[in-house]
């Protein structure tokens, strides 16, 4: 068990390009979420996946962001035309089970130019 | 009122001393309430998670949880430098919330020679 990976680690990139961000969950978690972290504040939830549904979003998540998880593996994150308020840290979390406890992956450092 | 509560401190103690960091919450139907320690410019490491009233103990750490009162605590016993981070407290609620977590802006701990 090698815990949560996320690539990359990270990323600068100018106003308007796309970027994707890869999460790899531990092996045996079928469920895993993704989070935003600003400096100074607390992550906060940007959607959920059980297995390759995505049952949740959050209202953060606007429309140019886009998140994946074909055959219930690892995850992609998306941001289209991104925005220099797109800059923060995205986390990517996964657990066993919804009461269990979540273990975070080291994170990709988004900055927009 | 925000969902999860931190004062954001810096809070600052000797070394050996014992840390209080407090949290509170709004969700009266907050099922379980995790705390995780961050160092700067990583990601969220799992430290504890207490799911019933009272106090729970791990080492040189205890988690205490009062519903009634919709506080929850972490005491650090014997703080050492290594021990200086942001403490975030997380809270997960009932019903169809996916499990996802709501946290704290987090406290920052200063543990001085």
């Known amino acids: 068990d090698t815990g949560v990976s996320q690539d990359p680690r990270h990323k600068i990139t100018k106003r308007g390009q796309n970027v994707t961000f890869r999460c790899d969950p531990i092996?045996?978690?079928?469920?895993l979420y993704w989070y935003r972290q600003t400096l100074g504040q607390g992550p906060e939830f940007l959607t959920y996946?059980?297995?390759?549904?995505?049952?949740?979003k959050s209202r953060l998540l606007s429309d140019r962001f886009s998140a994946e998880r074909p055959k219930g593996s690892f995850s992609t994150l998306e941001i289209q035309r991104t925005e220099q308020g797109d800059s923060a840290m995205y986390l990517c979390?996964?657990?066993?089970?919804?009461?269990?406890?979540?273990?975070f992956g080291p994170g990709t450092r988004l900055t927009v130019t | 009122q925000k969902e999860v509560e931190q004062n954001s401190g810096p809070l600052s103690v000797p070394e050996g001393a014992i840390a209080s960091l407090n949290c509170t919450y709004s969700?009266?139907?907050?099922?379980?309430f995790f705390w995780y320690r961050q160092y700067s410019g990583k990601s969220p490491e799992l430290i504890m998670f207490?799911?019933?009233?009272g106090d729970k103990e791990d080492g040189r750490f205890t988690a205490q949880l009062n519903k009634a009162s919709q506080y929850v605590s972490l005491l650090i016993r014997d703080s050492q430098p290594s021990d200086s981070a942001t403490y975030l407290c997380?809270?997960?609620?009932?019903?169809?919330?996916?499990?996802?977590?709501?946290f704290g802006q987090g406290t920052i701990l200063t543990v001085h020679p």
């Open positions: 969700d009266r139907g907050s099922q379980s």
């Open positions: 996946f059980q297995n390759e549904a995505q049952l949740e």
């Open positions: 997380a809270v997960k609620a009932g019903g169809t919330s996916y499990g996802k977590l709501t």
């Open positions: 207490i799911y019933s009233n």
């Open positions: 092996s045996e978690h079928n469920r």
């Open positions: 979390a996964s657990t066993l089970d919804i009461w269990n406890e979540q273990y």
